[in-house]
């Protein structure tokens, strides 16, 4: 994916084993943000708090796959969406033994608003 796919893109991250793989325009090395984008991905569940009770509902009914996998971040002039998913190659988040939640892959878009313009 290069700068400007998206409507309004500003920059794109792509982290893979809690570094990052790639990153172009705006978000070239923003090591800072990519470590807050973690953050957020492991307590994003318990802040929306009916999604998590959603997954779990469809986890024990067997009908997996419709984790927590998208979290869009607004500002006034710009937005990040981060987009989480599962790695073919099972990357690890984290380090250490993996689990279906560490092999996510991670891109994050930053783009300017408003982007229906």
Do not use: C, W
Not at 32 to 44: D, N, Q, S
């Amino acid at each position: 994916m290069s700068v400007g796919i998206l409507p309004k893109q500003l920059g794109y991250m792509l982290i893979q084993d809690g570094a990052i793989a790639k990153s172009e325009g705006d978000l070239v090395n923003a090591e800072r943000l990519a470590t807050v984008v973690l953050r957020m991905i492991a307590v994003g569940p318990f802040f929306a708090p009916s999604v998590a009770q959603a997954n779990a509902q469809l986890n024990a009914s067997g009908d997996e796959g419709n984790e927590f996998n998208r979290l869009t971040v607004l500002f006034s002039d710009h937005q990040y969406d981060i987009v989480i998913g599962n790695s073919a190659g099972g990357i690890s988040i984290g380090g250490g033994r993996q689990t279906q939640h560490q092999k996510q892959t991670i891109h994050v878009v930053k783009r300017t608003l408003p982007i229906s313009e």
